[in-house]
């Protein structure tokens, strides 16, 4: 994933920094995260779009976007799924305006499907996702869901469904 100051730098006073997120979300997108907003002296918002990634890279984005208190933002026509949905969860504050957030069932890394994925590594990744999802503040019936939904298919939520699932808040 890359990420870059798009607005707000040279702002004074309390304007928001503001960050690009595009792309696919990698094991080292939490630390390549850090090193920008680190950098940046006010409150942050993210404008993320992802088709997704890595599970693990995502779930560590997630905690730090939520380490920085950070807005997230899917604008129009930009689009977050799959394992982007986690890192957006990580938002103190999560907004979709004009954008879509999708869903569906984790597969291995690489892997077109997940049938040869062990049951027991599939039941045990099921629990860390649902107790994520709830420490995030949202809905783990969001990972039932999820679960339903057989990749490469993705199910895009609509804007009831985000509101019940407590994705956005």
Same mark, same amino acid.
């Given at each position: ?70 807005? +997230? ?29 999708? +869903?569906? =069932? ?17 039941? =045990? ?45």
């Amino acid at each position: 994933m890359k990420f870059r100051v798009v607005a707000g730098q040279s702002c004074r006073g309390s304007c928001p920094a503001e960050i690009a997120a595009d792309g696919m979300i990698t094991l080292e997108s939490a630390e390549d995260f850090r090193k920008i907003a680190g950098t940046l002296p006010n409150e942050i918002v993210v404008h993320i779009a992802s088709p997704g990634g890595s599970l693990v890279g995502s779930l560590k984005l997630g905690q730090a976007l939520r380490e920085f208190n950070a807005t +997230v933002i899917i604008g129009k026509g930009a689009r977050c799924a799959s394992a982007c949905v986690y890192a957006f969860l990580g938002g103190t504050v999560r907004r979709v305006a004009g954008g879509q957030i999708g +869903v569906h =069932r984790f597969r291995p890394e690489g892997e077109e499907t997940d049938q040869d994925f062990p049951r027991v590594l599939v039941q =045990r990744a099921t629990e860390v996702l649902t107790t994520y999802v709830t420490q995030m503040g949202a809905d783990p019936d969001l990972v039932k869901l999820a679960m339903t939904i057989v990749p490469p298919s993705i199910y895009y939520l609509n804007a009831g469904e985000m509101r019940r699932f407590h994705v956005t808040n």
